[in-house]
C-alpha cells in the first residue's frame, strides 16, 4: 500500500492525500477466491459483511496509475462546505450539496445498447475526530462532518436528481420525487451510507442505462461540528476526491478518446 501511495505520488505529486488514497482502494480487485464469496451472496448485508473481511480486494499499482482505453478514469478534487447556520443559532444545517455532471461517452455506451458494463464509484476524504469524552454515541458523533455521493438514475431528469437529494431545488410543500429502489449497485445504501470517510461501490447493468447515468451529487451528513459552533471549520471548506471509473469486460470500445476530447479544451496548457 505505501509502496503503490509512493508511485501515486512520483507519477502524480499534485494529487491531493484523499486523491491518492481513493485510488489506491479504487485499484483493488478481489482474488477469485475473494470473488466467489461475493458474487455468491445475494444478501447487501452479507455482502457488506464480506467487505468489512475482505476489503475490495488487492490494489493494483497499474490500475491506480493507468486506465486503459476500455476502462476509463475519471477523477475530480472539490472542495464543499458542510454547515452553516443562523444568526446565533447553535444548531447547523446542511449547507450546500455539489453536483458533478461528469464528461460521459453518451453515443459509445448508447451504440453498446444492452452490453453489460460496470461503473465504479469512490468517494475519499477527511475527518477531525471528536475532542470530547463523550465516545461513539450520545450528542456528538465521532466524525467532525460526513460526505455522500449518489448518481443520477436513467429514468430521471438531471433537475429531478437534483430536487430528489436537495431540498433546496424544490418548490415549498413540493414532495421529492418517488423512485423505486435502485438495482445494480453491489452493496446499495448499506455501503454508500456507511460510517467512515471511504466509500466505494460498484454498479453493474447495461451500457445504455449507464448512457444516462453520468451525474453525481456530493453532499453532507451529520458531524460534530453541525452542532458545535465554536469548533466548526465550514466556512473554511474541506477538500474530497471522486473517483469514477467504467469498464466494459464484455466488449473492446475506446471510452477514453471521446471524454478526452471533451475535456481537452477545458485545459490550460502552460508553456
Not at 42 to 65: C, E, F, I, K, N
Not at 173 to 189: A, K, M, N, V, Y
Amino acid at each position: 500500500m505505501a509502496a503503490i501511495a509512493a508511485d501515486v505520488y512520483a507519477t502524480y505529486p499534485d494529487f491531493r492525500p484523499e486523491t491518492v488514497r481513493a485510488l489506491i482502494v479504487h485499484s483493488a480487485q478481489w482474488t477469485e477466491a475473494m470473488g466467489d464469496r461475493f458474487s455468491g451472496e445475494t444478501s447487501r448485508a452479507r455482502r457488506v459483511s464480506l467487505l468489512r473481511r475482505y476489503g475490495m480486494g488487492v490494489p493494483d499499482a497499474t490500475r491506480a496509475l493507468r486506465s486503459a482505453a476500455d476502462a476509463l478514469t475519471l477523477i475530480a478534487e472539490a472542495q464543499i462546505h458542510p454547515y452553516e447556520r443562523e444568526q446565533g443559532s447553535s444548531t447547523g444545517k446542511v449547507r450546500e450539496m455539489n453536483l458533478h455532471q461528469l464528461p460521459w461517452p453518451i453515443e459509445q455506451l448508447e451504440a453498446l445498447g444492452g452490453a453489460q458494463v460496470q461503473l465504479r464509484v469512490t468517494l475519499s476524504y477527511f475527518i477531525e475526530p471528536n475532542p470530547s469524552s463523550r465516545g461513539w454515541t450520545g450528542r456528538y458523533i465521532y466524525p467532525s462532518h460526513g460526505l455522500r455521493f449518489a448518481t443520477k438514475r436513467p429514468e430521471e431528469s438531471l433537475e429531478s436528481f437534483r430536487q430528489r437529494l436537495n431540498t433546496r431545488a424544490r418548490l415549498d410543500g413540493q414532495r421529492p420525487p418517488t423512485l423505486d429502489t435502485e438495482t445494480g449497485w453491489l452493496f446499495g445504501s448499506n455501503q454508500q451510507q456507511a460510517p467512515g470517510s471511504l466509500h466505494t461501490d460498484i454498479w453493474t447493468g447495461t451500457a445504455a442505462d449507464l448512457a444516462s447515468k453520468g451525474a453525481i451529487a456530493v453532499y453532507p451528513v451529520a458531524g460534530w461540528w453541525k452542532n458545535r459552533r465554536d469548533y466548526d471549520q465550514s466556512d473554511q471548506g474541506v477538500d474530497y476526491s471522486l473517483v469514477v471509473s467504467i469498464e466494459s469486460p464484455e466488449v473492446e470500445v475506446d471510452l477514453w478518446t471521446p471524454v478526452a476530447g471533451q475535456i481537452a479544451p477545458m485545459v490550460e496548457v502552460k508553456t
